[in-house]
């Protein structure tokens, strides 16, 4: 164990970090349901789903035998010429869980590349309709979309980890934030800061992306249905697509399968990723309208200019389709309820913290923000004694654990959270 910590310390990267003086790592043996054991015989409880994705837990026999019998057949196969049982069942699923405007799918490897995906699509949209001008976006501010070029310029450029590649960056116009808590009552002015960015470049912009409700890494913040009904609208009319990225809110876990479900309304373009394979590998999909890709398809190109090696790839086809039955055939909305209830009573005694600015919960996502960034390491450290896997980011220790916990593991979760807030201060 000493030595591949050793090892790793100096010659592995991970996100996010230094090689000089990397963050601490725990070697992990093996994993299975909510339970993570280190090599050194620690066990933790998950609070993380390894980034959103681990819904059903790790190590589950469903999502194993959906894999196994997938490898038995092949493990990949190209996608230029052949297609495959595995794509064509998970395309089926998506687009009968996602909005009805939405059938086409396009599948790729990861959810950064599912944002270029997007807008990519969304350039060839206009250029197909010889208004090649209108290739600028809209978004907002403390958002995030992950890592690659044209998904770094939509970042939030403070919080948005991306600050160093701003010269480099297309620049994209960004309004304010959303500043309509999910539970407040709606006020027009909540609309100004978009509305007035769209009406003065709309004629130069292909699209506004967000995130649906939760802004994820830029913040963990949620914001009301009521900003993304009037984002609708005012979209519809000034003839900008809607990119809407799911990425991290999909598949049940804000409380309703899509975030967008929130708000009943539908997307030019949807992206998803995270937990579409359980978290078993990785993939991602892009799914848009029938009208996008005639209107592209019968641009100058005749086709979508995009196709990555792994494209569609049985295995991760595979699972992501068991995974998705998985998730159907449990009453998941209540599981969720359940969650958000333990998240909410759990959590609460962190509001009589004085470091503590908010604690806030949705569907089966609970944040305590502090007032002051935490150091990450110590803090893990005490996470990892208490037996729980939290791994905060700058003023933000949240929680995001898989559907099958049970309430007693969520209950060491929340006591260990508000134990280790408490105590610090
Ligand atoms: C994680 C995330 C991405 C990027 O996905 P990767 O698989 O890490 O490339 C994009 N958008 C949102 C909202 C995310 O949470």
Known sequence: MDKIKTFDREHVWHPYTSMIHPLKTYPVESAKGVYITLMDGTRLIDGMSSWWAAIHGYNHPVLNAAIEQQLKKMSHIMFGGFTHEPAVDLSQLLIDMTPPSLDKVFLCDSGSVAVEVAIKMSFQYWQSLNLPKKNR????????????????????????????????????????????????????????????????????????????????????????????????????????????????????????????????????????????????????????????????????????????????NPLACAVAAASIRLLLSRDWKKRIQEIESGLINGLSPCRSSH????????????????????????????????????????????????????????????????RIVCQES
Request: aromatic share 10%.
């Open 137 to 312: 976006l809209i978004t907002v501010r403390n958002g995030y979309h992950g890592d690659t070029f044209y998904a770094m310029s939509v970042c939030d450029p403070v919080t948005g980890m991306h600050h160093v590649f701003k010269d480099v960056l297309p620049e994209q116009y960004f309004a304010d934030a959303p500043g309509c808590a999910f539970h407040e009552p709606w006020e027009e002015k909540h609309l100004d800061s978009i509305r007035r960015l769209v009406q003065a470049h709309h004629t130069i912009c292909a699209a506004v992306i967000l995130e649906p409700i939760v802004q994820g890494a830029g913040g963990m913040r949620f914001y009301s249905p009521e900003y993304l009904k009037r984002l609708k609208a005012l979209c519809t009319r000034y003839d900008l697509l809607l990119i809407l990225d799911e990425i991290a809110t999909g598949f049940g876990r804000t409380g309703e399968m899509f975030a967008c479900h929130h708000a009943g309304i539908e997307p030019d373009i949807l992206c998803l990723g995270k937990a579409l394979t359980g978290g078993y590998i990785s993939l991602a999909a892009t799914l848009t309208t029938d009208r996008l890709s005639r209107v592209i398809s019968e641009g100058e190109c005749k086709g979508f200019m995009h196709g990555p090696t792994f494209m569609g």
């Open 355 to 418: 470091r503590v600015k908010n604690v806030r919960v949705l569907g089966a996502i609970g944040v305590v923000e502090m007032k002051e960034a935490v150091d990450m390491e110590k803090i893990q450290e005490a996470f990892v004694r208490q037996g729980v896997w939290i791994r905060p980011f700058g003023r933000l220790i949240y929680t995001m654990p898989p559907y099958i916990i049970e309430d007693r593991e969520l209950t060491t979760l929340t006591e260990a959270i508000t």
